[in-house]
């Protein structure tokens, strides 16, 4: 309908403003997801340059991160998500789309690594950063706020297919920088990510959804909701 005119013109369409809020609110939204989260890195990273804690207390947190921190959190990621063994049928079924997506940036990452001539102490990493996104930390609060709950699911089939292909080829690439530019044998690589730690929640998950078992409700709960 035509803008009504009143005594000094034209009254302004208001439906423009609703638009506007219409994009606003949901940029706010992903701003207040990820802002807690930069805030939770911040004092890391200061502790971080200031040395507080030192070699041997940032490598205890590093293990302790990496060898008991992520696999339960794997696991609970993957019993929550896929409770039923239809569900897994279905991550796997369209999980080909992200690993083809995630490998070919890869091969986009080398053919950048040529054109840029990175160093190669500093390929690995490069590749890396270039390809592989932290889908869970930061990208998950941002898709649910811009794109509602319903693709969390999607976006945690792109977070497997990531956790996948990084402990595989990107620590792959990563050794490879480590040993001066030789690549790791296959049995090396197979070798590695059989023991790698974190990744370990993953298939236990797996194996808890086929069997039916149910995960305990203080699992992933804090004491005081106990």
């Known amino acids: 309908p035509a803008p009504r005119r009143g005594g000094l013109g034209y009254i302004p369409d208001r439906s423009a403003g609703s638009a506007l809020g219409d994009i606003v609110s949901p940029f706010m939204r992903s701003v207040t997801s990820v802002l807690p989260l930069l805030l939770i890195i911040a004092p890391g990273f200061v502790i971080a340059k200031k040395e507080w804690c030192g070699e041997a207390g940032m490598s205890f947190l590093s293990k302790v991160a990496m060898n008991y921190a992520i696999p339960p959190y794997l ?30 940036g890869f091969c986009f990452a080398g053919l950048a690594v040529m054109l840029f001539r990175i160093p190669p102490p500093q390929r690995g990493v490069f590749m890396n950063a270039g390809t592989l996104c932290n889908t869970v930390l930061m990208g998950l609060p941002v898709v649910a706020s811009l794109y509602g709950d319903e693709v969390i699911a999607i976006a945690m089939i792109f977070y497997s297919a990531n956790t996948l292909i990084f402990w595989t080829v990107g620590v792959w690439f990563l050794r490879r920088d480590v040993e001066g530019g030789r690549s790791p044998g296959v049995a090396t690589a197979l070798q590695n990510i059989v023991r790698s730690r974190p990744l370990t929640g993953f298939p236990v998950g797996v194996v808890w959804v086929l069997l039916g078992r149910p995960v305990p409700a203080a699992a992933g709960t804090p004491p005081s909701a106990w």
Not at 75 to 84: A, I
Not at 95 to 100: C, D, E, G, T
């Open 75 to 104: 696991f609970l990621s993957v019993v929550r998500t896929y409770p039923e063994p239809e569900d897994l049928w279905l991550l796997f079924l369209n999980l080909r789309y992200p690993v083809i997506i995630t490998l070919a």
